[in-house]
């Protein structure tokens, strides 16, 4: 990849650096070379970012010419958001805390250079929020009051801003990044496209076990995409990327879901989508879907308020299934058996949610697990209850006490009415990546939910498909991304006769006018 910095003037940045070009803002901005350019990474190191600005203009049309440029545009309003600051502060708090816990004074400003800063003690703290602030010079400002100290602002600044006596180690840092020692300069060098995998190593019930992330890795990359793993850290530089594929459990109130929101606003391909992520998250929404679209569940209510709990033994049965309406990998999910058990329950998850879904107990040996893709069924899987439990998952047991069996079919040995109730629901959330999990009882299929970011395991949900199932979902990466960046023309409607249609000829049928709307 072919790298620029944008300067004011050249004496702005007067460092040679071998296969970095510096380029004044005026070039970047007006010559049509610059415009032409592909695979490029752009470093803004304008005198300001202020709204429509040169500097603004450098990042928004490096964005346009298919660039890479850093700062993002985002970025520039990233930083201006307090709301965004404050959540940043709290994600970083122990961080901050720990880094800042020697100084004396009530308010503290830390200068990053690159990630970097000159004191050796800040460089992890600097380090995280220029990932999550990508822009070569930052200022931040953090305030110390009651509750310990917090981040106040930070912004991006111009080399002209940094102190003379800053300039030596400036220098040294600039020169070590732009030569690859310690960035990712250099390593879009043969791919295509640039894939972003989420994924945290160290999540308990992850989607996807290291192995399968490995797999996921090779198969993007025999497709000519760059792949990097990333972390929550990674927020700010999303823009880098041309898609993102998240490998985390997902939740609304998580930091999964602001990253697929943040890659969706900047254009890129997502898997998950935030608007899976939303609706498949939430089990009182997904008993709606598919009771509005009359696709068979379990028999359910939804409890709002402890009023109903009378009727619910009448209407469902003992036992039954209750749900906390966020919950994943079977937590939230408990079986009552009596009515002290049902009232005590119901009452501990109002607690955490203002509604509960209730369910009728389908007892099954074990679960259908569908994987649809693009609306297709790719992969399906029998998933058998844990050993003496009424749950795939048993998380009172540790060990492999703690999961069923897993039995991995080929598509075409699942029956047909299985497979056309799981993409009847699926189709219903989007056309994303989705697990349906389906109960099989006297020759029917009752959903019992759609997953959003399903298992894929190696050794596991790869058994029949092995490699194939890995690019099967790497292909649709690239075709997405083709589509995002190589739209088909739109088709013109044919236009209509100036003249009214002749009539028939003797012994032909009548023509039909064909009335063509757009």
Request: aromatic share 10%; proline share 6%; net charge neutral.
């Amino acid at each position: 990849m072919y790298t620029l910095i944008i300067v004011n003037s050249l004496k702005d940045f007067p460092l040679a650096i071998p296969g970095v070009e510096i380029v004044t803002v005026r070039s970047y901005l007006t010559e049509p070379r610059y415009s032409k350019m592909r695979n490029t990474r752009v470093y803004n190191l304008c005198r300001s970012y202020r709204y429509q600005s040169n500097g603004y203009y450098v990042s928004l049309l490096a964005e346009a010419r298919g660039h890479k440029p850093l700062p993002h545009v985002s970025t520039i309003l990233d930083m201006k958001s307090q709301t965004l600051v404050r959540f940043v502060s709290d994600d970083l708090d122990r961080l901050i805390q720990k880094s800042l816990a020697t100084i004396k004074s009530d308010r503290f400003t830390l200068s990053i250079y690159f990630g970097k800063n000159l004191a050796k003690a800040y460089d992890r703290l600097a380090g995280n929020l220029f990932k999550l602030f990508p822009a070569p010079f930052l200022r931040a400002q953090f305030v110390n009051n009651p509750d310990g100290w917090q981040l106040q602002s930070i912004r991006p600044i111009a080399a002209s801003e940094i102190p003379e006596e800053h300039r030596p180690f400036v220098i040294q840092e600039a020169t070590e990044y732009f030569s690859g020692s310690r960035s990712n300069v250099g390593n879009w060098e043969t791919g295509r496209y640039a894939l972003a995998i989420l994924y945290d190593p160290a999540e308990q019930t992850k989607p996807s076990n290291e192995k399968a992330i490995q797999r996921f890795v090779r198969a993007a990359e025999s497709l000519d995409m760059d792949v990097e793993i990333v972390t929550r850290e990674d927020y700010g530089r999303i823009a880098e990327f041309d898609a993102l594929f998240i490998r985390e459990t997902t939740a609304v109130n998580h930091h999964t879901f602001r990253f697929a929101r943040r890659a969706k606003a900047e254009g890129l391909v997502v898997i998950d989508d935030p608007d899976s992520i939303l609706k498949c998250t939430n089990k009182v929404y997904l008993a709606e879907l598919m009771d509005r679209h009359r696709i068979p569940q379990p028999r359910t209510e939804i409890v709002h308020s402890e009023d109903q709990i009378p009727d619910l033994v009448a209407q469902l049965g003992l036992p039954m299934i209750l749900k906390q309406p966020d919950s994943s990998f079977s937590q939230g999910v408990v079986k009552v058996s009596d009515a002290a058990e049902l009232a005590a329950e119901v009452e501990r998850l109002f607690e955490k949610s203002d509604l509960v879904l209730a369910q009728q107990f389908m007892p099954t040996p074990f679960d259908w697990r569908i994987g649809v893709l693009d609306g297709q069924a790719f992969y399906a899987c029998r998933y058998y209850m844990a050993p003496k439990h009424w749950q795939i998952i048993n998380h009172k047991e540790k060990g492999d006490d703690s999961f069923g069996d897993v039995a991995t079919l080929p598509i075409e040995a699942v029956p047909e009415h299985v497979l056309k109730t799981a993409v009847r629901a699926a189709n219903l959330i989007g056309n994303g990546l989705y697990g349906v999990d389906l109960k099989e009882v006297d020759g029917k299929a009752y959903v019992i939910e759609v997953n959003d970011n399903p298992s894929l395991d190696a050794g596991f949900e790869d058994a029949v498909l092995k490699e194939e199932l890995y690019l099967r979902v790497m292909r649709t990466v690239v075709s997405r991304i083709d589509e995002l960046k190589n739209p088909a023309p739109a088709q013109r409607p044919a236009p209509r006769a100036s003249n009214p249609l002749p009539s028939s000829a003797p012994g032909q049928a009548p023509r039909t006018r064909v009335d063509v709307r757009d």
